[in-house]
């Protein structure tokens, strides 16, 4: 009986240790040893894409996600609003965006409802550097002339 409790008490010490050495290790590095880097670029060797319609590059799909989803509030239709709205914002590894930002607004209003649509815009390319998938800072300026459902090569020759 005393030999079988000595059994039982090495191998609760060896499952333990074994326990603990898991812990350790995964609370310390990301998955199969690879640390975890949480860096955000500010330089990539490939930017960050976004992909919207059949659009060709990133400020071409932008523009069109923002003529299409941006819903002008009819309070705000006639303040007289013109310029741009720029908007930061991390592109993740996962394709999401997060740390969303105001870098220049126009009114709470309006920049709340800029905002709201920039959340929307789903799955991102995310950047690469050093042939890598990485964080990536990416700024976006968002014309007035797309909340207002204009394209600014449209506006241009009706002038």
């Keep these: 009986m005393i030999n079988r409790l000595h059994s039982i008490d090495k191998e609760l010490k060896s499952l333990t240790?074994?326990?603990?050495?898991?812990?350790?290790?995964?609370?310390?590095l990301n998955c199969f040893g690879q640390e975890r880097d949480t860096t955000i670029y500010l330089i990539q060797d490939i930017q960050p894409e976004f992909k919207y319609e059949n659009s060709l590059n990133?400020?071409?799909?932008?523009?069109?996600?923002?003529?299409?989803?941006?819903k002008m509030p009819k309070?705000?239709?006639?303040?007289?609003?013109?310029?741009?709205?720029i908007v930061s914002f991390v592109v993740e590894k996962d394709s999401s965006i997060s740390h969303i930002?105001?870098?220049?607004?126009?009114?709470?209003?309006?920049?709340?409802?800029?905002?709201?649509?920039?959340?929307?815009?789903?799955k991102w390319t995310p950047g690469i550097v050093n042939e890598k998938i990485v964080r990536s800072r990416f700024t976006l300026p968002v014309s007035l002339r797309?909340?207002?459902g204009n394209d600014e090569e449209k506006t241009e020759k009706n002038k």
């Design 146 to 148: 797309w909340l207002y």
């Design 58 to 70: 990133t400020p071409d799909a932008c523009k069109k996600y923002f003529m299409n989803n941006f």
């Design 75 to 85: 309070i705000l239709e006639d303040n007289g609003y013109h310029g741009n709205i």
């Design 101 to 122: 930002s105001l870098t220049r607004g126009m009114g709470d209003a309006l920049d709340k409802y800029v905002l709201e649509t920039v959340k929307t815009m789903r």
């Design 17 to 28: 240790i074994i326990l603990t050495t898991l812990i350790v290790c995964f609370t310390s």
